[in-house]
Nanobody, 122 residues
Framework: VQLQASGGGLVQAGGSLRLSCAAS????????MGWFRQAPGKEREFVAS????????YYADSVKGRFTISRDIAKNLLYLQMYSLKTEDTAVYYC????????????????WGPGTLVTVSS
């Protein structure tokens, strides 16, 4: 599975942004997918995840109610819609995939894409 995130940029606090992750490879549509982020000087942290059928999603408390994860199997895309952005959301965002949900939630996914930088200004 190959992953490529895009859509990062500079946005003011309170604004919104949508990240995309293009996926390719055999059977990627059956994988659990997720978003992680790493802020400067901090460890990478879990943001959100979704299963293959989109009937299960899970969010970090810090983004619950502000971010929405979704996927479009037909377009081979994973999304992260971010609303009400805060300066503390500034980070490099990564998409990840795994066949095992627990591994993905722990950040031990087999597949990672290059990150995309989100900068939220005050």
């Amino acid at each position: 599975v190959q992953l490529q995130a895009s859509g990062g940029g500079l946005v003011q606090a309170g604004g919104s942004l949508r990240l995309s992750c293009a996926a390719s490879g055999r059977a990627w549509s059956t994988y659990v997918m997720g978003w992680f982020r790493q802020a400067p000087g901090k460890e990478r942290e879990f943001v959100a995840s979704i299963n293959w059928s989109s009937d299960w999603t899970y969010y970090a408390d810090s983004v619950k109610g502000r971010f929405t994860i979704s996927r479009d199997i037909a377009k081979n895309l994973l999304y992260l819609q971010m609303y009400s952005l805060k300066t503390e959301d500034t980070a490099v965002y990564y998409c990840a995939a795994d066949t095992n949900r627990e591994l993905l939630l722990r950040g031990d996914s087999d597949y990672w894409g290059p990150g995309t930088l989100v900068t939220v200004s005050s």
